[in-house]
């Protein structure tokens, strides 16, 4: 950037690229808040980030084209990275290598697990000079560092930062593309003149997220943009398992393969029995599957292992804890009973049952039935009973694990004819009238006769077996409504028979009369 003599100014950037043309202009707002002097705020206390696994590499540009006030604020950007990370054996680990005449590990990943402790190990790290030699400390890289012996896991993803002032004095092509195809991606930061085409091929794809152009005094700026992109390659780029219930669960993996590059061969077996192990084979244009049929409150140990015919890529690991069993059934629901034969629900339905085992018999006695139902269903009929007649159901919820949860409940089949028969209606007056019907089969205790008005309140009333007619007087001349009456039996009502009824306004003449007869 210049500035003209008349204040204004002329704003240059190298090379092509939309992220270039990115990184300058947001580095040309900085220098303008600079300018209008107002200071660039610094940056508040960063939530920590958990639940997050994988090795990240810092490759560490030590040689002499880089001055030291540049080495201490690439230290500086490395810290502001991490500082919000967990790190240790389940978490994050950090390493890094120097760019020198000769590659040189400063720590191995293992051994500053605890913030505290890589804070001062970045801090304390002293530039070596020498050569600027990238190609070979990328193959030390792929060689050492990438490796048991470095504290790397065979099982977590792989993350390589590279910070650089553009220069290397031998090639980095090759060796990059060897540590690519091992499945590592690659962030390349140019706090220098770079040529712009070959850091775009070195760095993992789409070269916009990955590759960032950006003076050293402003690695702020892309601090956040760059830790979000590592957090998306350490979650996406490894196996993964969501979806857990009691007895399944869906595994997730990025696309390595496709259909026409090869294939996958997944493993599994429980933690504790690995002699258990179940292999199956993956089509490459698969990226994600359902595993189904496995037992409740277990540690899986699955992996993923890309068949490709093209680039190598290494075994995908995850341990995932099936969920404790539901249980099923809590509830038993007895309705539709007839004389002979009633229906019986239940839930819930879950994926961890097989199959339901419904048992039945008539109380008291010993005498069983069973009925088998299959586990994605809930309800079922039960017919040729006896009736008028108390069963004891049991509803067994049989798991794919073998285990079995019952459930008990009570039903009662209707009176054989427990229906009232030849309901009438008789005119008794203008505020009455007469309900009348035929017995109804069996032990009847009583009846029960409801007066249901279209408008205006119901009254119900129960009279004896013997009584089979009653005078109502909740529907007046011109009302209308509705008559029920219902047997009462010792276990459960009976059928109920009702009749819809109009009674039609009274005439002059017959109202003169009934005041007269008054």
Known sequence: MTVSPGGGFKVIWPGPGSAMLAKALLSLGLWLRFAAGQDTPEPGPQPLISSTEGDLLFLLDSSASVSHYEFSKVKEFMWDLLHPFTFGPRD??????????????????????????????????????????????????????????????????????????????????????????????????????SNFLELSAAASQPSDKHLHFVDVDDLPIITKELRDGILDAIRANRLHATDVTSSSFRLMWPKFLSQETGYYSLEYAPATDPARKRTQQVSGAHTSLVLSNLVPETTYEVALVPESNVHYFPPQTTRVTTLAEEISPVQVLISESGPFSFHVSWAPVLDSVASYQLLYG??????????????????????????????????????????????????????????????????????????????????????????????????????????????????PSGTSGKVCVQPVYRNQPGQRLCRSVHRQPATEAQGYRHRQKA
Not at 379 to 405: D, F, P
Not at 434 to 441: G, L, P, R
């Open 92 to 193: 994050v680990q950090a390493s890094i290598i120097h760019i020198s005449t000769t590659p040189t590990m400063e720590f191995p990943f293992d051994q500053y697990l605890t913030s505290g402790t890589l804070r001062k190990a970045i801090r304390d790290t002293q530039q070596l000079m020498g050569d600027t030699n990238t190609g070979k400390a990328l193959s030390y890289a792929k060689e050492k560092l990438f490796s048991g012996e470095a504290g790397a896991r065979p099982d977590v993803p792989k993350v390589l930062v590279w910070v650089t002032d553009g220069f290397s004095t031998d090639d980095i092509s090759e060796p990059m593309q060897l540590l690519k195809d091992m499945g590592v991606t690659v962030f390349i930061i140019s706090t220098g003149r």
């Open 362 to 475: 008539p109380l008291p006695g010993n005498s069983v039935k069973v009925l088998e139902v299959d586990g994605k269903h809930n309800s079922t009929v039960v017919e040729h009973l006896a009736s008028n007649t108390t069963y004891l159901v049991t509803v067994t919820a049989i798991y794919r694990s073998g285990k079995k949860k019952s459930l008990s409940a009570k039903a009662c089949t209707q009176e054989e004819g427990s229906k009232v028969k030849h309901l009438r209606f008789q005119d008794m007056g203008p505020n009455t009238l007469k309900v009348s019907w035929d017995s109804a089969a069996g032990p009847v205790l009583g009846y029960r006769v409801r007066c249901r008005r279209h408008s205006g309140p119901s009254s119900v009333l129960s009279v004896s077996p013997q009584v089979h007619s009653v005078l109502l007087s909740d529907l």
